[in-house]
T-cell receptor, first 115, second 114 residues
C-alpha cells in the first residue's frame, strides 16, 4: 500500500505565477489535510477536505489560496500570484475516517520556492 | 485557541544515552489527544507516539515513552538507548477531540552523536 504521495517534491515559481501542488492520499483514505511549514517553524493547519467537500478552511489565507479534492484524482492546493512569503514546505496528510482516533499519515511534502 | 510550546530549540546526546524532550500545551478542553512527530532530514513527518488525554497510563512505543502530566499540561518524550537514526526534528502536537486539526509546536532539533 503506497503512502501519501505529493508532487512535485520541489517547485520553483517566479513572483506572480501560479503554483499547483498535488496530493494523492493513501488507498482507501477519503480525508485530506494540508499543512504549511515555514522555515524554522512547526506545521500550521490550512484546510481539511473530504471528497468534493471543503470541511474546514479556517487556516487558509483569504486570498490567492484554494484547495479541492475532486471525486476522481488527487487533491490540489492552488496558490495564485505567488509572493516570496509563500515560500515554504507544504505537507499533505490523509486519514481513512474522520475523528481524532485516526492517525493522519503525512506525505513527503512539496518545497515551494518563490524567486 | 490551543497552543503548544517546545522551549528547547536544540539538544544533543551521545548514542545509547537517554534524552527527554519537553512540551507544554494550553487548552481549556478535557477531551484531546497529544502526539510526538519526528521529521528526519528527509522531511517526512512520522508519528512516534500518541496519548489520549482520558488515559492515565503513559503511552509507550519500544524505546519511546511519554510522561503525561495532565494537571500541569505537560507532555514530555523520553527516548531511551538513543540511536543515530533518532537524529531529527521532533514536534509535539495537540488535537482537540472532535477536531481534525493538528496544532504543532515549533519543534526541537535532536542530534545523536556517535
Amino acid at each position: 500500500n503506497a503512502g501519501v504521495m505529493q508532487n512535485p517534491r520541489h517547485l520553483v515559481r517566479r513572483r506572480g505565477q501560479e503554483a499547483r501542488l498535488r496530493c494523492s492520499p493513501m488507498k482507501g483514505h477519503s480525508h485530506v489535510y494540508w499543512y504549511r511549514q515555514l522555515p524554522e517553524e512547526g506545521l500550521k493547519f490550512m484546510v481539511y477536505l473530504q471528497k468534493e467537500n471543503i470541511i474546514d478552511e479556517s487556516g487558509m489565507p483569504k486570498e490567492r489560496f484554494s484547495a479541492e479534492f475532486p471525486k476522481e484524482g488527487p487533491s490540489i492546493l492552488r496558490i495564485q500570484q505567488v509572493v516570496r512569503g509563500d515560500s515554504a514546505a507544504y505537507f499533505c496528510a490523509s486519514s481513512p475516517l474522520a475523528g481524532s482516533s485516526y492517525e493522519q499519515y503525512f506525505g513527503p511534502g512539496t518545497r515551494l520556492t518563490v524567486t | 485557541a490551543q497552543t503548544v510550546t517546545q522551549s528547547q530549540p536544540e539538544m544533543s546526546v551521545q548514542e545509547a544515552e537517554t534524552v527527554t524532550l519537553s512540551c507544554t500545551y494550553d487548552t481549556s478542553e478535557n477531551n484531546y489527544y497529544l502526539f510526538w512527530y519526528k521529521q528526519p532530514p528527509s522531511r517526512q513527518m512520522i508519528l512516534v507516539i500518541r496519548q489520549e488525554a482520558y488515559k492515565q497510563q503513559n503511552a509507550t512505543e519500544n524505546r519511546f515513552s511519554v510522561n503525561f502530566q495532565k494537571a500541569a499540561k505537560s507532555f514530555s518524550l523520553k527516548i531511551s538507548d538513543s540511536q543515530l537514526g533518532d537524529t531529527a526534528m521532533y514536534f509535539c502536537a495537540f488535537m482537540q477531540g472532535g477536531s481534525e486539526k493538528l496544532v504543532f509546536g515549533k519543534g526541537m532539533k535532536l542530534t545523536v552523536n556517535p
